[in-house]
């Protein structure tokens, strides 16, 4: 009898304690779901096999509280915040930065040193790091790397060019062929090798960038906690980085820089590595004179050096997101393009009148500038396919929202669905019809809407670094193959769908590959 009582009150306790948790938005007045899942909240489906990307699901949640400014979700029993609102975007990203400058992700340094890199750190940390990384991706240095960047897309033309000579069309996966291209370019900027990934599918940088983006059951778990629950991803203590990446990236980063400064003066590069190697030495970046945003000398207090940990962790999120997040955008890009022909002559109308020699080592990085039209192209594909289909933000302390009657404890994670406003009709007519011209007149394409609605590289001072370096190599990229050829989708039947995305994957990915077909114009 005695146990049965127990056994009643057990259930009762944890009746109610799941009520109460689970409760936690209404009692502020926030709206939310009416039934969170026992013991997983809102995110069960993610731990169930979810038919959905993670984006579409936030997506999802995005469109059927649209109309509120911020809604309440739960990460287990973790409460936390959507942010629907540009106007309220733009204060979480920008105007009160300072109340949410990290991404309350989890990161546990001595497990992963390699994950000690800008993307995960908060802090202090992230700061310091951030001012010092800042001069290394400024359009002074940019252009001082554009040969080298420049050499990888003659690389892919001339693979496009050598496929189509006997037998006119050419047939390739679209997506592997993007990522062969912009690992060749990392691969030389980041680690000053010179590889031949576009023409060698077995190549060792191309092998290791797969590996990173490979998803089992205990990554896809750990995936989940890092993101939602990071508290148990820090008891779990499980190192989340593949050992043959972690062991990759140490042995190149090592070698290089002791092949580097044995050689002295005779073995620099200007690629990021050097930079790198200026931060473990010297704790700053060199100046470029006519580099207006670098400054000159940094404060003595901030001029710590670099460790060989920070660079290795630096240049695995350098390699990792720039190849893989260009690819893509490459990827969707071309896939609408195909999709849209008469877009796709419009690119073709621009190249041929700003490019008329069609030589790769004729194009200035100031004639790729002025291509605006496909500036715009990959700003709609951005738009319509945000890479990274969600932000994270963690309030770093208690905070009342201006407009708005609440205030959040320190602690709560905010998320913002970026692939839902970025498709919402409201702000975006029509927005899953692919128009580059929303662009013409402004930088968000949409003109008229107040606060942050267009976001594929955030913004605010947490905004991505790197986001001048992808848009570059995926512009000069676009540009080196369509100038000659035409591209048209092997399935027809992708003509009236939209893309799908695969479900086991963070960033946006297609669920199946994308098989173009190449004629030359």
Not at 65 to 86: C, Q, T, W
Not at 121 to 128: A, I, M, P, S, T
Request: glycine share 6%.
């Amino acid at each position: 009898m005695v146990f049965w009582v127990l056994a009643v009150l057990l259930v009762a306790v944890i009746y109610y304690a799941n009520q109460y948790y689970l409760n936690y938005w209404k009692r502020l007045g926030v709206p939310q779901r009416d039934a969170p899942t026992f013991l997983f909240g809102d995110i069960a489906s993610q731990f169930f096999g979810s038919k959905i990307s993670i984006g579409e699901t936030f997506s999802d949640f995005y469109n059927r509280f649209k109309h509120n400014k911020i809604h309440g979700l739960y990460f287990s029993y973790r409460p936390s915040l959507i942010v629907n609102d540009p106007e309220v975007i733009q204060e979480v990203m920008i105007k009160d930065f300072t109340s949410f400058h990290d991404r309350g992700l989890f990161v546990d340094t001595d497990v992963d040193p390699l994950g000690a890199h800008l993307f995960l750190l908060g802090g202090q940390k992230w700061r310091d790091l951030r001012v010092k990384l800042s001069p290394t991706f400024t359009s002074g240095k940019l252009k001082v790397m554009y040969p080298i960047i420049r050499d990888c897309a003659k690389t892919l033309q001339d693979y496009m060019m050598k496929n189509t000579q006997n037998a006119k069309k050419f047939e390739f996966d679209s997506r592997d062929l993007f990522a062969r291209f912009t690992t060749n370019v990392i691969s030389s900027v980041a680690f000053g090798v010179e590889n031949d990934c576009i023409n060698d599918r077995k190549n060792i940088f191309r092998k290791m960038g797969a590996k990173i983006f490979e998803v089992n059951l205990k990554e896809k778990i750990f995936q989940i906690f890092t993101f939602f629950v990071p508290k148990i991803a820090e008891k779990l203590k499980m190192k989340q980085i593949n050992k043959d990446v972690d062991d990759f990236i140490y042995s190149l980063v090592k070698q290089t820089i002791n092949f580097r400064e044995k050689g002295g003066s005779a073995a620099e590069r200007k690629d990021f590595m050097q930079l790198m190697i200026q931060l473990k030495n010297q704790g700053y970046v060199s100046v470029d004179k006519n580099d207006e945003q670098e400054v000159e000398k940094q404060k003595a207090g901030e001029t710590k050096k670099l460790t060989i940990d920070e660079i290795a962790a630096q240049a695995f999120v350098f390699f990792a997101a720039g190849f893989e997040t260009s690819s893509s955008t490459m990827n969707f890009c071309m896939y609408e393009l195909s999709k849209n022909p008469h877009i796709q002559k419009k690119v073709h109308e621009e190249l041929d009148n700003l490019w008329k020699s069609g030589d790769v080592n004729d194009l200035t990085y100031d004639v790729l500038g002025s291509m605006k039209y496909l500036d715009w192209c990959i700003d709609e594909t951005l738009r319509k396919y945000p890479i990274v289909p969600i932000l994270n933000r963690e309030s770093s302390r208690d905070h009342t929202f201006a407009g708005i009657n609440l205030k959040i404890e320190k602690g709560i994670p905010i998320t913002i669905p970026v692939l839902g406003i970025q498709r919402d009709p409201e702000i975006y007519s029509n927005p899953m019809e692919f128009r580059p011209e929303r662009f013409e007149n402004s930088p968000t394409g949409s003109p008229n809407v107040k606060g942050v609605c267009y976001m594929p590289f955030g913004d605010g001072p947490r905004n991505c670094i790197g986001a001048r370096m992808g848009k570059l190599q995926t512009k000069i990229g676009l540009a080196a193959i369509l100038l000659k050829f035409r591209y048209e989708l092997v399935d027809q039947s992708l003509m009236r769908t939209e893309m799908k995305f695969d479900a086991d994957q963070f960033i946006l990915t297609p669920k199946t590959n994308v098989i173009l077909r190449a004629t030359a114009r």
